[in-house]
Structure formats: structure tokens, C-alpha cells
């Protein structure tokens, strides 16, 4: 049985891990991406730390995937603007494959975590299947027919769909979509405003005062205790990534939603107005009543997962 080599680059690490073929972990290692120290000093350590994981021989190795943030081009193999890593328009793929072994496939963070999700995670046993990270962004990975959608190579970003023109300006540029409206980054902003505008709020004294100190793990603190001003803001960020799910439902009509993040953990506060946004959105409650919104099951290793997971889908192993 080969080796899939599965690699995760971050803004803070890069991690490699090695896998079978039935994508049991073998091997893992990680070491500090060192993203200040410009693109050649990445590119380094990202080679070094794939090297440390690979088989001895050339032969036992199926392949490499490499998990990446957006946006890329998978087609060209082409990382073109990540938020946190010095690597603009650079041909990962055949850089990777040049110095150090071939071949090598590329996915979107979301999109991968999506994959993983499918083949071992909450996803197993279903064939159309949509996952959401929802965090300090929303992203999202799509299966249909058991096959991860990516269109022309950047489709797949479901959290930058516009869900409120004119909304507020997303880090991604353009305004009003999901993550800008519902993701953590919106709740923590949306708290600060309104604490600008002098309405009273416990997520005050929870920050200690300090408008550094307002994010979302914050506002859910208060909204538990009770707060006002913090439970609408959840409400309102819940409704909005219900009524987009609700209409994900109505496209694709999926077997199920898989559900990932940090966000998730605020529990009922978040996913009661999200199902309620659901049930708005769909035309006929047979859309909601059998497909069912369940949390993601894989831990951290979910991207090194998913990025083996796209050798054996691409591979056909």
C-alpha cells in the first residue's frame, strides 16, 4: 500500500502528515510558517517540512495534496492572493513538484475541510453533501455525486455568496455577503458599533472596557448571561446563515448540512435562529425535513485529512 503525503499551509504553521491509502495517519509534523520572512524562506520550509514525511522510496509514494487558503486557481495550480502568507500568483504545484516529488494537487482550505467532512467525518455514507466552516469567516466545501465542486477551479465560496447588497464591506472586498453579515469577524464588528454608539451592553464589561477586546467568543459570553444587545446580534448572524442554507437547500437539495467552526459552539444561541432562517427560506418544509444540519465530527487535523483525501479522489484510489 502507498503513501498519500496531505499538507496544510498556514499563515502561522505548515503542517505534513502521512497517511495510507485508507487515510489512517501514519506520521504528522509541523514546524512555524515564518510568513514575514518573505516568500523564498515559505517556500523552504514548506519543501523541508513535506521531505520529512515522505516514504523512503519514490515508489511508495501515491501522491501529495496540499490545503491552501483562498483564493487559488486548482486547475492552474496557481496560489494567487492568501490573506497571510507571502505567496501572490505563485505556481505552488509545480514548484512542489520540482523540488520535491510529484505528483502533487492543491484544494481551498474550505473546500477540502468539506472533502474530509465526506469521506471520514460527519458526511460518510451520504453522496450530495454541503459543509460550512463558520468561524472568524464562512467558507464552505460542496459534494455532489460524491465529487467536491470547484467549477473552473474557484467555485466553492459559499460564504462570499451576496446575501445583503450594500451590506457592510467584507475583508474579501465586496459587501454584503454571508461572512460579512454573520461570520465571527461581523459579530465582533457589529458589537463594537454599536457600543461606539453608546448602547448599553454587558459585552462592555466583559472586554474590560477596551474595544480590542470585543469579539465573538465575548458578544456569546453576554448573549448566555442574558444580554439584549448581544442575543440580537446573534439572532440576526444565525438568521442570515439559515436563510442561506435554506436556499443552498432549495439549489443543490443535498442530504445534509455539516456544520464546522468556532461559531458553532455558541450551541442554541446560534442554531436556533439559523434553523428558523431555514424554515423562512425554503418553499415547502419537505427542504428542511429531510435534509439534516449536523456538526462536523473531524478535529484539527481536519485540512491534512482532507488535502490526502483529494490524492485518493484524484487518484482514484
Known sequence: ???????????TLLRAAAFDEDLHLLERVEQPTLAGRGSEVVLDRLYETIRQVLPESPEDLAGIGIVLPGPLDIHAGVLIAPPNLPLK???????????????VFMGNDADLAGLA??????????????????????G??????GKLQTGQGM?????????????PLCGCGQRGDLAAVASGTAIARSARERLARGEESLVWELAEQDMDNVSARVVAMA?????????????????????????????????MF???????????LLLDPLHEGVREAVMHPRFYENTPIVHAELGSDIGLIGAAALVRQRLGL
Do not use: C, W
Not at 500500500?1 to 499563515?11: E, F
Open 1 to 11: 500500500m502507498r503513501t498519500i503525503i496531505g499538507v496544510d499551509v498556514g499563515g
Open 89 to 103: 500568483n505563485t505556481p505552488i504545484v509545480r514548484l512542489v513538484e520540482e523540488n520535491v516529488a510529484k505528483p
Open 117 to 138: 467532512e465526506y469521506m471520514q467525518g460527519a458526511g460518510r455514507g451520504t453522496k450530495n453533501m454541503i459543509y460550512m466552516t463558520l468561524s472568524t469567516g464562512i
Open 140 to 145: 464552505g466545501g460542496v459534494i455532489v455525486d
Open 155 to 167: 467555485g466553492g465560496e459559499i460564504g462570499h455568496m451576496v446575501i445583503l447588497p450594500d451590506g
Open 223 to 255: 448573549a448566555h448571561q442574558g444580554d439584549p444587545m448581544a442575543t440580537e446580534i446573534f439572532t440576526r448572524a444565525g438568521r442570515y446563515i439559515g436563510l442561506h442554507i435554506g436556499s443552498l437547500m432549495m439549489l443543490l437539495n443535498p442530504d
Open 258 to 268: 455539516v456544520l464546522g467552526g468556532g461559531l458553532t459552539k455558541a450551541g442554541a
